[in-house]
Structures are given as structure tokens and as C-alpha cells.
């Protein structure tokens, strides 16, 4: 169990490290710093090795070049047994850098010369404990160290007259005095490449912050595209691909502010669920004319024309919008399409063009709730609202695009709009005048009472009609009345 917690809370850390935001100014930054200091140690590392293996070289040749030197000027004074002359010419050794000491000694192990004259004409000892020895040829060099603690290469060649070894020459070179140069070159690449690395942090922040601000914008404008700031620009002067990015945002952000605003203004006109499917499929055989059933809904103000004759215009416009608003509210509020104004009608449709199966109901529902809306806000002044007679019926229509190729619009025909507009005509203010067939699908869900058999124009035989009163099962409205006035309407 505790191997089991434990593997939940690494997944746990895990899982929080993964949701950690790193701005990209300080991803951007971090790499290039890396890719600066990676690259700076590896070439200064590069370097050191090279300069040591040279200075090492360089200071092996040296010694060489001297080890030679003494070889080929001591035969002559060695077989003379001239000691002045040897130890004159070993003294000229310590005027080169690096070297410590310059021994000859002869076949008797005996030191001829020195650099340190109280070791002349003593027992050649050796030099203790050696290490790394190689053979090149007739020279063998090594490395041990002195009794000053001095880190010392020793190089060492017989000296050779006709054939026959006369003695041997050491030539001691110093390889703290390498490692001191080494340091030295090591200081002045570590503060070359400090240099290098600050300036490197200080473009690297400022790549970092030049790339992550546009960026930045850009994600900024997108928050603002996607809340509908269809008119957020970003203002990017650059010329490059950040540049022509920043063009093409603002060109697509003009683009759905433009069809935005298309939408909103054609959906006034189509309705919301037209333009939604035209949005959404634009070659759907929807749009071709079709035979369905619908139910139509047609609404009504009696006394209008005289009302409009002996009232200010603006105050008639007002309060036919105030209706038109809450006809519409309620229609749409039940599914149903308002299809057009006519006058001082409308003309609400519900199975079209989203079919519902309950398509008759939700009709003489939105007309039951419409009635009691209009009771009760015409006693706020608008008389308009207390004259309004309303007039379903229901049966099959033409529904689809109708019009010419320069202007069309969604509507639908037959003698069923016909029809509820004829029982539209019967209905007096405050009423809603239903058909036979709405009466005989729904008698067990509403309150409705015969009329008298009418005629009706258009139609040679007489139909039944009923007042409808209400619903059974009759909901509260006032919600919707306190939505029409947070809404502003007049």
C-alpha cells in the first residue's frame, strides 16, 4: 500500500510539473543561454586540451632541441675532460624558460657538469621514483618528482663519439611551469567565455521577450476573438512571418466581424433557426419547397387602422413594436418561426422548418400565454395590446425558399394559412379561435367551447370552429412578463 501511495504522489508531482506555465520569452531564453554555455565549454574545453598537448609538445621539443644542443657540444670537452667548458655550456640551459636542470655525467656515473655547482664531480644518484616513462629512439624521457616538491620531465640522451658512448646528458624541464601556463591561458578563455556567455544571456532575453510579445498579442486577440471582439486589431509592425501572421489575424478577425454582423441582420429577417441551418448546411434540400405539416398561428389587432388615424405616428410605431415583440418572444419561446409581418399581423408557424412532433400543442400554448402577456401589459397604456385576436389552424403546406433569384425569402403556402387566416378574421379582441382539427387533436389538454358553423371566404363549405379558453395544466406567466421588461421593451 505505502509503494502504491508513494507511485500516486510522484504521478501527483508529476502531474503538477506538466501543468506548470513557462512563458515561452523564458523557454526561448533558456535554450539559447543553454546552446551558448554548451557551446562555449565545449570549444573552451577543446581548446585547453589542445594548448595543453601543444605547450606539452612545444616544451618536450624544447628540451629535445637543448638535449641535442649539449650532446653534440660536449663530446670534445668530455673526452678532454674539460669541466669549465662543460659547465659552461650547461650554464647557458638556464636561460631558457622551463628548464630546472642540465646534467652531464660520464660512463663512471660521475656528474662532469651541473647546474647546481655543488653537485660537480659527485656520484650520479638517479632521480628516485619515476613515472610515464617512454623511449623515443636514443632519448627516454620521464617524469618524477624533485626533492622541492617540483613536478619535473626529465629527458635524457647518451652522448656518442665513433660509436662509443662517452656519458650521458639530463636535461630537467619544469611541468608546473606547463600547468602555470595552462592556468593562465585557462583564466583568460574563462573570462572570454563569461563574456561571451553575458552578452549571450543578454540576447538570448532578447530574442526571448521579441518573439514572446507577439505571441503574446496574438494570444490575447484570440481571448478577445473568441468573448465575440470581432473588432480587436493587433497592431504588430514587424516584417517578417510574426508580421504577416499579425496581417492575416486582423484580416480573419474583419472577416467574422463582417459576418457577424451579416448574421445578426439576416437572422431578423429569416429567423434564428432558418439562419442557423443555412449557417450550417447551405446546399440542404431543406431549402427546396417541401410538402409537411404545420400548425399556423396568425395574430391580429382589431380597430387598428382607426386607432393609427387619430394618433401621433411614433407613438403608434411604438407600441406595434411593443407587440411585435412579445408575438414574436412567445412564438419563438414555443418553437416556432415567425415567418412574417403583415401589417399589423403576424404570422407564426411551429413544424417548420424544425419539425416538432407536438407542433399543434405548442401552437395553443404560445397563444394561451401571448393573450394573458398582452391582458396584462395593456394596462400599462398600450390599448393595441387588449385588442389583439388570435387564430390557429393546422394541415399540410408548401414550406421552402419562394422568390426570384434577386431576393427570396423562407415562407410557407397552401389553404391551411389561408384557413387560420380567415379564423384570425373570427376571432374578437382578447380571443383565440381554433379549428376542428386542433379542437379534436387536443380536447383532453384544453378548455375550449364551440362556435357557430362558419362560412368562411374563399372556402364553399361552412367549418367548425371553438373559443379556445386555456390549458388544463396552464403555466404562470409571470417570468416571461418580467423577461419582456428586462428586455427594455416600451
Known amino acids: 500500500m505505502s509503494d502504491l501511495s508513494n507511485k500516486d504522489k510522484k504521478n501527483k508531482n508529476k502531474c503538477i510539473l506538466c501543468r506548470v506555465a513557462i512563458p515561452i520569452w523564458l523557454q526561448l531564453s533558456l535554450v539559447t543561454m543553454l546552446i551558448i554555455f554548451c557551446t562555449t565549454i565545449s570549444l573552451g574545453y577543446l581548446f585547453f586540451q589542445q594548448e595543453k598537448e601543444q605547450l606539452f609538445d612545444q616544451t618536450v621539443k624544447i628540451g629535445m632541441v637543448s638535449l641535442h644542443y649539449f650532446t653534440s657540444n660536449s663530446r670534445i670537452p668530455l673526452i678532454q675532460d674539460n669541466t669549465l667548458r662543460l659547465n659552461t655550456l650547461i650554464r647557458e640551459a638556464l636561460e631558457i624558460d622551463g628548464i630546472l636542470h642540465a646534467i652531464i655525467i660520464d660512463n663512471n656515473m660521475k656528474i662532469k657538469a651541473h647546474t647546481d655547482h655543488d653537485k660537480i664531480d659527485q656520484a650520479f ?48 624541464v619544469s611541468i608546473d611551469f606547463i600547468e602555470r601556463l595552462i ?79 451579416m448574421q445578426k441582420s439576416f437572422g431578423k429577417y429569416v429567423g434564428h433557426e ?21 400548425t399556423m398561428l396568425f395574430t391580429d389587432i382589431r380597430g387598428f ?70 391582458s396584462k401589459s395593456s394596462k400599462d397604456g398600450n390599448l393595441f395590446l387588449a385588442s389583439i385576436g388570435i387564430g390557429i389552424h393546422t394541415g399540410e403546406v408548401v414550406s421552402g425558399n419562394i422568390g426570384s433569384h434577386v431576393k427570396m425569402e423562407y415562407t410557407v403556402i397552401g389553404d391551411s394559412v389561408n384557413v387560420a387566416s380567415r379564423l384570425n378574421g373570427l376571432a374578437e379582441a382578447g380571443e383565440i379561435v381554433i379549428s376542428k382539427d386542433i379542437y379534436e387533436q387536443l380536447k383532453h389538454r384544453i378548455v375550449a367551447s364551440p362556435r357557430p358553423i362558419q362560412t368562411i371566404k374563399g372556402r364553399a363549405e361552412s367549418i367548425e370552429t371553438f373559443l379556445l379558453k386555456g390549458m388544463k395544466d396552464d403555466k404562470d406567466i409571470d417570468d416571461f412578463i418580467r423577461d419582456v421588461k428586462e428586455n427594455n421593451i416600451p
Open 305 to 374: 387602422t382607426a386607432y393609427s388615424e387619430v394618433n401621433v405616428p411614433e407613438v403608434v410605431v411604438e407600441q406595434l413594436n411593443q407587440y411585435f415583440q412579445i408575438a414574436t418572444g412567445v412564438i419563438l419561446e414555443y418553437g416556432g418561426y415567425v415567418d412574417k409581418f403583415i401589417g399589423d399581423a403576424v404570422l407564426g408557424i411551429f413544424g417548420v422548418p424544425i419539425y416538432h412532433k407536438d407542433h399543434m400543442e405548442r401552437a395553443v400554448r404560445a397563444a394561451v400565454k401571448m393573450q394573458e402577456i398582452f
Open 125 to 172: 644518484r638517479g632521480f628516485g621514483i619515476v613515472e610515464n616513462q617512454v623511449q623515443k629512439g636514443d632519448i627516454t624521457y620521464f617524469e618524477y618528482i624533485s626533492p622541492s616538491e617540483q613536478h619535473v620531465l626529465n629527458l635524457n640522451r647518451p652522448i656518442v663519439f665513433k660509436n662509443k658512448k662517452l656519458g650521458e646528458v639530463h636535461v630537467g
Open 183 to 261: 592556468r593562465e591561458k585557462t583564466e583568460s578563455v574563462i573570462w572570454l567565455t563569461s563574456i561571451i556567455t553575458f552578452f549571450g544571456i543578454l540576447i538570448a532575453l532578447g530574442l526571448g521577450f521579441r518573439f514572446s510579445r507577439p505571441i503574446a498579442e496574438l494570444v490575447h486577440a484570440t481571448r478577445e476573438i473568441g468573448k465575440g471582439n470581432y473588432q480587436y486589431k493587433v497592431e504588430m509592425n514587424r516584417n517578417d512571418e510574426l508580421g504577416n501572421l499579425a496581417a492575416s489575424f486582423n484580416r480573419m478577425s474583419r472577416e467574422l466581424w463582417t459576418k457577424s454582423l
Open 274 to 294: 432558418v439562419l442557423e441551418m443555412i449557417m450550417a448546411d447551405p446546399e440542404n434540400e431543406w431549402l427546396k419547397c417541401r410538402r409537411c405539416r404545420a
